[in-house]
Each structure stands twice: as C-alpha cells, then as structure tokens.
C-alpha cells in the first residue's frame, strides 16, 4: 500500500482495475461478458482471488524488512511478524471485497453469491497458497 492513502488505497486499487478491465473488454466483446450478464461482477470474482495471493505473499515476502523493529521486543519472533503481515492483508482484501459487493448491490447489480461457503473455502485456500510463497 501506498504511505498517503493508506487504506484508501486499499479500495481504489480494486475500483481502478474493474472500471479498467470492464472499459476495455466491454469494447472489444461489445458488452457481453463471457459468463454472466455484468462485467464489473465478472472481473470481481477474478480479482479477488487475485488480489488475496499477491498482497498476502508480497506483504510476508516483505514483513521482516518493512517490521523489522518488531523484533527488538522479546517475546515477538519473526514467525509472528510474517504471519501477522499475511493475516493482515487478508483481512483487508477481504472487507474491501465486501464493500465493493455492498456497492455493487447498492447499484443494483446482482452481488449476493449463490455458494457463500464455497468462495469463503476458495479464499482461505488462495490466502494459504499465498502464505506459502510468501514464506
């Protein structure tokens, strides 16, 4: 994330790449999406996933550099440092993608998944495969 938006970044780096993708495919697939009726929608189910294994590996890649000063207290260990940065990436993909869902409804566009429990399963185990690369 970017030091002067901070966790507004969070938000207006998924809203960029959907307005983006949904531009530019919507012109060159004359407004249809190849599943679904609405590309904001189709690109999000993408992007999500997408977003969860790059910020959470990138952020443990980085942790010890970046939370380095963490480890001058004398119960914090580097382990805790690096999973701490991967569970917090997580999260905040997570409530970003529930925002940008209560967005879409409020516009709206169909946003409630049938399966819940599938995609909750699909993202812990893309967080997971992050944590691993970024370990």
């Known amino acids: 994330m ?22 530019v495919f919507a012109l060159l697939m004359h407004e249809k999406p190849p599943i679904g009726t609405h590309f904001f929608i189709f690109y999000f189910t993408g992007l999500v996933p997408y977003h969860v294994f790059i910020h959470t ?5 980085h942790g010890l550099t970046s939370n380095g000063s963490l480890l001058q207290l004398p119960l914090v ?7 701490s940065r991967g ?27 049938d399966n819940l429990w599938g995609i909750a399963n699909a993202l812990i185990m893309t967080a997971l495969l992050g944590c691993g690369i970024g370990l």
Do not use: C, K, N
């Open 77 to 83: 260990t580097p382990f805790d440092v690096i999973f």
């Open 57 to 61: 590996s990138t952020s443990m890649m």
């Open 2 to 23: 970017t030091p002067r938006l901070g966790y507004g970044w969070a938000l207006i780096e998924p809203m960029l790449h959907l307005m983006l993708l949904s531009a």
């Open 87 to 113: 569970l917090l990436e997580f999260a905040t993909d997570i409530v970003v993608a529930v925002i940008l869902l209560a967005a879409f409804a409020a516009f709206g566009l169909p946003a409630m998944p």
